[in-house]
Protein backbone atom coordinates (compact mmCIF):
# COMPACT_ATOMS: atom_id res chain seq x y z
CA UNK A 1 0.00 0.00 0.00
CA UNK A 2 1.32 3.87 -0.33
CA UNK A 3 0.33 6.99 1.34
CA UNK A 4 -1.72 8.31 -1.32
CA UNK A 5 -3.81 5.56 -0.91
CA UNK A 6 -4.25 5.80 3.13
CA UNK A 7 -4.75 9.72 2.78
CA UNK A 8 -7.70 8.98 0.23
CA UNK A 9 -9.16 6.66 2.47
CA UNK A 10 -9.49 9.26 5.56
CA UNK A 11 -10.34 11.61 2.99
CA UNK A 12 -13.31 9.36 2.41
CA UNK A 13 -13.98 9.15 6.26
CA UNK A 14 -13.98 12.44 6.61
CA UNK A 15 -17.10 12.93 4.60
CA UNK A 16 -18.38 10.98 7.28
CA UNK A 17 -17.61 13.48 10.40
CA UNK A 18 -19.50 16.30 11.92
CA UNK A 19 -18.04 19.25 12.47
CA UNK A 20 -18.31 19.68 15.54
CA UNK A 21 -17.38 15.89 16.14
CA UNK A 22 -14.19 13.95 16.46
CA UNK A 23 -13.43 9.92 15.80
CA UNK A 24 -11.25 8.25 17.90
CA UNK A 25 -10.37 4.72 16.54
CA UNK A 26 -8.36 2.28 18.50
CA UNK A 27 -8.29 -1.04 16.58
CA UNK A 28 -5.26 -1.87 15.14
CA UNK A 29 -6.21 -2.66 12.32
CA UNK A 30 -8.66 0.24 11.42
CA UNK A 31 -5.32 2.59 12.66
CA UNK A 32 -3.34 1.01 9.74
CA UNK A 33 -5.70 1.35 7.71
CA UNK A 34 -6.12 4.56 7.53
CA UNK A 35 -2.19 5.94 8.07
CA UNK A 36 -0.14 2.62 7.15
CA UNK A 37 1.07 2.49 11.12
CA UNK A 38 2.12 -1.10 12.21
CA UNK A 39 1.14 -2.48 15.67
CA UNK A 40 4.02 -4.55 16.85
CA UNK A 41 1.88 -6.07 19.11
CA UNK A 42 -1.62 -5.58 18.36
CA UNK A 43 -2.92 -6.79 21.91
CA UNK A 44 -1.05 -3.75 23.45
CA UNK A 45 -2.04 0.20 23.15
CA UNK A 46 0.71 1.12 20.25
CA UNK A 47 -1.35 4.10 18.69
CA UNK A 48 -4.58 5.83 18.90
CA UNK A 49 -6.00 7.88 15.74
CA UNK A 50 -7.90 11.06 16.33
CA UNK A 51 -9.87 12.26 12.98
CA UNK A 52 -12.35 15.23 12.39
CA UNK A 53 -13.60 16.65 9.56
CA UNK A 54 -10.93 18.62 8.63
CA UNK A 55 -7.62 16.75 10.43
CA UNK A 56 -6.29 13.19 11.35
CA UNK A 57 -4.03 13.00 13.87
CA UNK A 58 -2.01 10.07 14.92
CA UNK A 59 -0.96 9.55 18.96
CA UNK A 60 1.54 6.73 19.28
CA UNK A 61 4.26 4.99 21.82
CA UNK A 62 7.30 6.79 21.83
CA UNK A 63 9.38 3.28 20.49
CA UNK A 64 7.33 2.68 17.83
CA UNK A 65 8.45 3.56 14.00
CA UNK A 66 6.05 6.07 12.44
CA UNK A 67 8.49 6.03 9.15
CA UNK A 68 5.55 4.68 7.00
CA UNK A 69 2.86 7.41 7.96
CA UNK A 70 1.60 10.06 5.81
CA UNK A 71 3.40 12.87 6.43
CA UNK A 72 0.21 14.73 6.64
CA UNK A 73 -1.14 12.70 9.33
CA UNK A 74 -0.30 14.74 12.51
CA UNK A 75 1.27 12.98 15.22
CA UNK A 76 1.76 12.67 18.66
CA UNK A 77 3.43 10.43 21.17
CA UNK A 78 2.06 9.32 24.23
CA UNK A 79 -0.69 6.31 24.89
CA UNK A 80 -0.92 6.37 28.12
CA UNK A 81 -4.21 6.56 29.57
CA UNK A 82 -3.21 9.65 31.37
CA UNK A 83 -1.54 11.03 28.24
CA UNK A 84 -4.54 10.70 26.04
CA UNK A 85 -7.07 13.18 27.95
CA UNK A 86 -4.06 15.96 27.33
CA UNK A 87 -4.24 14.97 23.75
CA UNK A 88 -7.63 15.40 23.47
CA UNK A 89 -7.49 19.03 24.90
CA UNK A 90 -4.85 20.09 22.74
CA UNK A 91 -6.73 19.15 19.83
CA UNK A 92 -9.49 20.92 20.79
CA UNK A 93 -8.11 24.06 20.48
CA UNK A 94 -7.37 23.56 16.84
CA UNK A 95 -10.21 21.52 15.70
CA UNK A 96 -13.18 22.90 17.98
CA UNK A 97 -15.00 19.31 18.07
CA UNK A 98 -17.10 19.06 21.40
CA UNK A 99 -18.20 15.71 20.65
CA UNK A 100 -15.84 12.25 20.78
CA UNK A 101 -17.11 8.89 19.18
CA UNK A 102 -15.41 6.09 20.43
CA UNK A 103 -15.02 2.52 19.09
CA UNK A 104 -16.18 0.82 22.00
CA UNK A 105 -15.83 -2.23 20.37
CA UNK A 106 -11.53 -1.96 20.97
CA UNK A 107 -11.32 0.49 23.87
CA UNK A 108 -10.85 -1.11 27.46
CA UNK A 109 -13.47 -0.26 30.19
CA UNK A 110 -10.76 1.32 32.29
CA UNK A 111 -9.36 3.40 29.37
CA UNK A 112 -13.34 4.62 28.85
CA UNK A 113 -13.40 5.65 32.48
CA UNK A 114 -10.79 7.54 32.17
CA UNK A 115 -11.92 9.24 29.30
CA UNK A 116 -15.64 10.04 30.88
CA UNK A 117 -13.98 10.94 34.25
CA UNK A 118 -10.93 13.70 33.13
CA UNK A 119 -11.33 14.24 29.44
CA UNK A 120 -14.36 17.06 29.51
CA UNK A 121 -15.40 15.46 26.26
CA UNK A 122 -18.88 14.53 25.76
CA UNK A 123 -18.19 11.08 24.92
CA UNK A 124 -20.52 8.39 22.47
CA UNK A 125 -20.17 5.16 20.51
CA UNK A 126 -18.76 5.07 17.01
CA UNK A 127 -21.16 3.84 15.07
CA UNK A 128 -18.71 1.62 12.88
CA UNK A 129 -20.61 0.65 10.34
CA UNK A 130 -18.65 3.00 7.50
CA UNK A 131 -15.68 1.75 8.38
CA UNK A 132 -16.43 -1.24 8.04
CA UNK A 133 -18.55 -0.78 4.73
CA UNK A 134 -15.01 0.83 3.48
CA UNK A 135 -13.14 -1.73 4.29
CA UNK A 136 -15.35 -4.34 3.08
CA UNK A 137 -14.41 -3.11 -1.15
CA UNK A 138 -11.08 -3.35 -1.45
CA UNK A 139 -9.15 -1.28 -4.17
CA UNK A 140 -6.92 -2.01 -6.54
CA UNK A 141 -3.83 -1.94 -4.65
CA UNK A 142 -5.55 -4.18 -1.58
CA UNK A 143 -6.68 -6.79 -4.29
CA UNK A 144 -3.45 -7.53 -5.45
CA UNK A 145 -2.01 -7.90 -1.97
CA UNK A 146 -4.59 -10.37 -1.70
CA UNK A 147 -4.45 -12.42 -4.69
CA UNK A 148 -0.36 -12.41 -3.72
CA UNK A 149 -1.00 -14.19 -0.65
CA UNK A 150 -3.40 -16.58 -2.52
CA UNK A 151 -0.60 -17.68 -4.89
CA UNK A 152 2.00 -17.87 -1.91
CA UNK A 153 -1.00 -20.29 0.11
CA UNK A 154 -1.75 -22.18 -3.40
CA UNK A 155 2.19 -22.75 -3.73
CA UNK A 156 2.22 -24.41 0.01
CA UNK A 157 -0.18 -27.02 -0.64
CA UNK A 158 1.68 -27.87 -4.04
CA UNK A 159 4.38 -28.06 -1.67
CA UNK A 160 2.95 -30.06 1.10
CA UNK A 161 2.65 -33.33 -0.42
CA UNK A 162 6.48 -33.37 -0.40
CA UNK A 163 6.35 -33.16 3.14
CA UNK A 164 3.15 -35.44 3.71
CA UNK A 165 5.26 -39.07 4.57
CA UNK A 166 3.89 -41.70 7.65
CA UNK A 167 5.24 -41.09 11.15
CA UNK A 168 5.44 -37.43 10.42
CA UNK A 169 3.40 -35.42 13.21
CA UNK A 170 0.84 -32.58 12.91
CA UNK A 171 3.19 -30.12 14.47
CA UNK A 172 6.40 -30.90 12.77
CA UNK A 173 3.87 -30.23 9.24
CA UNK A 174 2.91 -27.31 10.55
CA UNK A 175 6.39 -25.65 11.24
CA UNK A 176 7.64 -26.74 7.82
CA UNK A 177 4.49 -24.74 6.16
CA UNK A 178 5.75 -21.50 8.13
CA UNK A 179 9.27 -21.94 6.94
CA UNK A 180 8.31 -22.25 3.56
CA UNK A 181 5.51 -19.47 4.04
CA UNK A 182 8.70 -17.38 4.58
CA UNK A 183 10.47 -18.26 1.37
CA UNK A 184 7.84 -17.77 -0.86
CA UNK A 185 7.96 -14.12 0.42
CA UNK A 186 4.94 -14.01 2.99
CA UNK A 187 4.72 -11.60 5.47
CA UNK A 188 6.59 -12.90 9.15
CA UNK A 189 3.17 -13.71 10.82
CA UNK A 190 0.59 -15.56 8.97
CA UNK A 191 -3.15 -14.76 8.49
CA UNK A 192 -4.02 -17.31 11.36
CA UNK A 193 -2.35 -20.45 13.23
CA UNK A 194 -2.23 -22.79 10.40
CA UNK A 195 -4.58 -26.26 10.72
CA UNK A 196 -3.06 -29.13 10.43
CA UNK A 197 -5.46 -32.29 11.41
CA UNK A 198 -5.17 -36.34 11.21
CA UNK A 199 -7.69 -39.07 11.09
CA UNK A 200 -10.28 -37.71 13.79
CA UNK A 201 -9.04 -34.93 14.24
CA UNK A 202 -10.07 -33.39 11.25
CA UNK A 203 -13.92 -32.99 12.49
CA UNK A 204 -12.92 -30.14 15.06
CA UNK A 205 -12.94 -27.43 12.40
CA UNK A 206 -10.61 -25.31 14.44
CA UNK A 207 -8.60 -28.28 15.85
CA UNK A 208 -4.81 -26.84 16.12
CA UNK A 209 -1.32 -29.20 15.35
CA UNK A 210 -0.65 -32.42 17.81
CA UNK A 211 2.37 -34.53 18.71
CA UNK A 212 -0.46 -36.87 16.25
CA UNK A 213 1.71 -39.15 13.37
CA UNK A 214 0.28 -39.40 10.11
CA UNK A 215 -0.72 -42.95 8.96
CA UNK A 216 -1.36 -44.70 6.02
CA UNK A 217 -5.00 -44.67 4.81
CA UNK A 218 -6.76 -41.91 6.80
CA UNK A 219 -8.05 -38.42 5.86
CA UNK A 220 -6.08 -35.01 6.55
CA UNK A 221 -7.12 -31.83 6.50
CA UNK A 222 -4.83 -28.21 6.28
CA UNK A 223 -6.41 -25.06 6.68
CA UNK A 224 -3.95 -22.37 6.19
CA UNK A 225 -3.16 -18.32 5.12
CA UNK A 226 -0.77 -16.40 4.26
CA UNK A 227 0.14 -12.66 4.75
CA UNK A 228 1.44 -10.71 2.39
CA UNK A 229 1.80 -6.76 2.83
CA UNK A 230 -0.18 -7.11 5.16
CA UNK A 231 -3.26 -8.42 3.82
CA UNK A 232 -4.52 -12.37 4.37
CA UNK A 233 -6.11 -15.30 2.53
CA UNK A 234 -7.61 -18.36 3.79
CA UNK A 235 -7.45 -21.65 1.73
CA UNK A 236 -8.55 -25.53 3.00
CA UNK A 237 -7.69 -28.61 1.36
CA UNK A 238 -9.07 -32.07 2.40
CA UNK A 239 -7.51 -35.56 1.64
CA UNK A 240 -7.33 -39.08 1.51
CA UNK A 241 -3.55 -40.21 2.22
CA UNK A 242 -3.33 -43.32 0.62
CA UNK A 243 -5.01 -45.47 -1.86
CA UNK A 244 -8.34 -46.75 -0.31
CA UNK A 245 -11.01 -43.99 0.70
CA UNK A 246 -13.75 -44.99 2.54
CA UNK A 247 -16.99 -44.84 1.07
CA UNK A 248 -17.66 -42.42 3.56
CA UNK A 249 -15.39 -39.69 2.70
CA UNK A 250 -16.07 -40.09 -0.62
CA UNK A 251 -19.42 -39.12 -0.09
CA UNK A 252 -18.74 -36.57 1.70
CA UNK A 253 -15.57 -35.20 -0.37
CA UNK A 254 -18.34 -34.95 -3.26
CA UNK A 255 -21.12 -33.46 -1.13
CA UNK A 256 -18.42 -30.87 0.08
CA UNK A 257 -17.64 -29.86 -3.39
CA UNK A 258 -21.00 -29.78 -5.21
CA UNK A 259 -21.94 -27.32 -2.08
CA UNK A 260 -18.67 -25.06 -2.57
CA UNK A 261 -19.12 -25.37 -6.24
CA UNK A 262 -22.81 -24.04 -5.96
CA UNK A 263 -21.89 -21.37 -3.44
CA UNK A 264 -19.07 -20.16 -5.36
CA UNK A 265 -20.73 -19.64 -8.65
CA UNK A 266 -23.26 -17.36 -6.69
CA UNK A 267 -20.06 -14.63 -5.60
CA UNK A 268 -18.66 -15.08 -9.23
CA UNK A 269 -21.76 -14.02 -10.77
CA UNK A 270 -22.00 -11.00 -8.17
CA UNK A 271 -23.07 -7.65 -9.52
CA UNK A 272 -24.36 -4.76 -9.06
CA UNK A 273 -27.60 -4.53 -10.85
CA UNK A 274 -29.69 -7.26 -8.48
CA UNK A 275 -26.50 -8.51 -6.15
CA UNK A 276 -26.77 -11.82 -4.13
CA UNK A 277 -27.55 -11.95 -0.32
CA UNK A 278 -24.70 -12.92 1.84
CA UNK A 279 -27.49 -15.75 3.31
CA UNK A 280 -28.40 -16.61 -0.73
CA UNK A 281 -24.73 -18.10 -0.44
CA UNK A 282 -24.95 -19.69 2.74
CA UNK A 283 -28.41 -21.03 1.53
CA UNK A 284 -26.64 -22.49 -2.28
CA UNK A 285 -24.52 -24.41 0.34
CA UNK A 286 -26.30 -25.61 3.07
CA UNK A 287 -28.98 -26.78 0.96
CA UNK A 288 -26.86 -29.71 -0.80
CA UNK A 289 -25.65 -30.59 2.08
CA UNK A 290 -28.75 -31.17 3.55
CA UNK A 291 -30.08 -33.02 1.13
CA UNK A 292 -27.59 -35.27 1.48
CA UNK A 293 -28.26 -35.79 5.25
CA UNK A 294 -25.52 -33.70 6.71
CA UNK A 295 -27.18 -31.17 7.67
CA UNK A 296 -26.52 -31.47 11.80
CA UNK A 297 -22.64 -32.40 10.53
CA UNK A 298 -22.59 -28.41 8.50
CA UNK A 299 -21.79 -26.41 12.28
CA UNK A 300 -20.48 -23.42 11.00
CA UNK A 301 -20.75 -20.11 8.28
CA UNK A 302 -20.44 -21.15 4.50
CA UNK A 303 -17.86 -18.11 4.35
CA UNK A 304 -16.52 -14.55 5.54
CA UNK A 305 -14.62 -11.66 4.63
CA UNK A 306 -11.33 -10.88 4.74
CA UNK A 307 -8.30 -8.59 3.99
CA UNK A 308 -6.18 -6.79 7.00
CA UNK A 309 -8.05 -8.99 9.46
CA UNK A 310 -8.34 -13.01 9.02
CA UNK A 311 -12.25 -12.02 10.09
CA UNK A 312 -14.33 -8.75 8.31
CA UNK A 313 -17.79 -8.60 7.05
CA UNK A 314 -19.64 -10.28 5.31
CA UNK A 315 -20.08 -12.97 6.90
CA UNK A 316 -21.86 -15.60 4.32
CA UNK A 317 -24.16 -16.63 6.94
CA UNK A 318 -27.90 -17.89 7.07
CA UNK A 319 -28.63 -14.87 8.92
CA UNK A 320 -27.01 -12.23 7.32
CA UNK A 321 -28.97 -10.22 4.33
CA UNK A 322 -25.97 -8.02 3.39
CA UNK A 323 -26.01 -7.46 -0.07
CA UNK A 324 -22.22 -9.21 -1.83
CA UNK A 325 -20.43 -6.09 -3.94
CA UNK A 326 -17.78 -5.89 -6.12
CA UNK A 327 -14.65 -5.14 -4.20
CA UNK A 328 -15.11 -7.34 -1.36
CA UNK A 329 -12.82 -10.00 -0.58
CA UNK A 330 -14.69 -13.55 0.87
CA UNK A 331 -14.06 -17.06 1.72
CA UNK A 332 -16.26 -20.17 0.50
CA UNK A 333 -15.79 -23.26 2.65
CA UNK A 334 -18.65 -25.64 3.15
CA UNK A 335 -17.74 -28.41 5.74
CA UNK A 336 -18.97 -31.40 6.91
CA UNK A 337 -17.98 -32.94 10.23
CA UNK A 338 -18.41 -36.49 11.66
CA UNK A 339 -16.99 -36.75 15.25
CA UNK A 340 -15.30 -39.59 15.99
CA UNK A 341 -14.60 -40.06 12.19
CA UNK A 342 -13.41 -37.44 10.56
CA UNK A 343 -14.05 -33.89 8.91
CA UNK A 344 -13.92 -32.63 5.24
CA UNK A 345 -13.55 -29.02 4.53
CA UNK A 346 -12.96 -27.10 1.09
CA UNK A 347 -11.97 -23.42 0.85
CA UNK A 348 -10.77 -20.75 -1.16
CA UNK A 349 -10.56 -16.44 -1.29
CA UNK A 350 -12.78 -15.70 -3.82
CA UNK A 351 -12.17 -11.56 -5.62
CA UNK A 352 -15.85 -10.25 -6.61
CA UNK A 353 -15.01 -8.24 -9.21
CA UNK A 354 -16.93 -6.24 -11.50
CA UNK A 355 -19.52 -7.96 -14.46
CA UNK A 356 -21.50 -4.79 -15.52
Keep these: MNSTNALHRIESLQTLIPPDE ?13 TQFDCLVTTEREAFLVVTSTQATLIHSAFSPTSTVPSKIERRQGTFVTQLPDHLRELQKHYSFIKLAVDTTNISHHEFLHLEKVAQITLAPLDRSSITYQQA ?47 LGGDITPAFPFIV ?142 PGKFGYRHENTLLIQRKD
Design 22 to 34: AWLLSNPTDIHYY
Design 137 to 183: QKDELEQAAITSAISITTQLFKWIHEVLQPGISEEKVASQLYQKMLQ
Design 197 to 338: AFGEHTALPHHQPTSKVLELETPVLIDMGARYKNYCSDMTRTFWFGEHPSKEFLKVEKTVFAAYTAAEEIVLQTNTTNPPLALDVDSAARNIIAEAGYQKEFIHTTGHGLGLSIHEKPSLSWQNHEPLRPGMAVTVEPGIYL
